[in-house]
């Protein structure tokens, strides 16, 4: 196993779930432990392990268990695994998702707020021919529609003629032009209305809630899997409102959420590509 370093923690999660599963599999040492704690805390029986299927950013649990539910039926239930290295003790009352969850990586087309930012980016710096002067551009302008949808919205490369050149242009430069006095002008100029700020916690509810709902039950594991570790269990949990959420600005715009039952959780609205040409997007974590 690598190292435990932060740098080296996608590799060791990779390494723990794989003990997690083969140990559930083998009934081993390490696997009983996990499936005795499971009927002592959540009185369910595990009798199998899988890895997940699917891309990290699109799959929301680590991996799944086969749940006995009568003698002749069992059921595959999605597992949010929560590891550290340290053996310290799992307090009664303690919660895995309290310190914060990665939530979701995600297009601007899934947020009516962050469409609010792209017509702004949209009028003051491309109909106004602001970055098209800029960048001695000579492809036309496109329209508002065309622009988020094939330049704006997209994970990959732009696709109208306009974002096609300044992509170019872009990497042209040695020092590219990361925009960043653009990037400002607009931060600086963003105002919401309460009930865009409404309308925002709304839908970062709804899709928190339909990450957290994949992930049906939670493991939380200190220690040393090849050793001496604790571990609980605990069922699914969901959020029942966004109490607030406070804005920063920056040179993107970040975001602060409040629930109850846990820390604040933040959301980030930034260029996923080369800044200002492609893939607005924003990410909950």
């Known amino acids: 196993m690598a190292e435990r370093t932060k740098a080296n923690a996608g590799a060791n999660e990779d390494a723990d779930i794989s003990k997690i599963v083969d140990g559930i599999n083998a009934r081993n040492e390490c696997g009983q432990k996990i499936i005795e704690t499971a009927q002592r805390m959540l009185n369910i029986m595990i009798v199998g392990a899988r890895r997940r299927t699917g891309s990290s950013r699109g799959t929301h649990h680590d991996f799944e268990v086969l749940v006995q539910i009568t003698p002749k039926m069992s059921v595959w239930k999605k597992i949010e695994h929560k590891g550290g290295k340290t053996m310290t003790p799992i307090k009664e009352g303690e919660k895995p998702w309290a310190a914060g969850i990665q939530f979701y990586n995600g297009g601007c087309e899934k947020f009516a707020f962050t469409k609010i930012y792209a017509k702004l980016w949209y ?29 704006c919205k997209t994970q990959g490369e732009p696709k109208t003629e306009f974002g096609k050149e300044m992509k170019a242009v872009y990497r042209s430069h040695e020092k590219r032009p990361v925009l960043e006095e653009e990037r400002r002008q607009i931060v600086d100029a963003f105002s919401v209305t309460e009930e865009d700020t409404r309308g925002l916690m709304t839908e970062v509810l709804a899709i928190a809630n339909g ?27 969901t959020l029942s409102k966004i109490n607030s959420v406070i804005l920063q600005k920056g040179l993107d715009i970040r975001f602060e959420f409040h629930c109850e039952g846990m820390d604040p959780f933040h959301g980030h609205l930034r260029w996923g590509s080369s800044q200002g040409i492609s893939n607005l997007r924003m990410d909950l974590k």
């Open 123 to 151: 009028d003051k710096l491309i109909a106004s021919e602001v970055l098209k002067n800029k960048f001695n551009i000579k492809a036309s302008i496109p329209t508002f529609e065309e622009w988020f949808t094939l330049d």
């Open 211 to 237: 990450v957290l709902n994949e992930k049906e039950l939670w493991l939380t594991v200190r220690g040393n899997l090849d050793g001496d570790f604790n571990c609980a269990w605990y069922p699914n949990f």
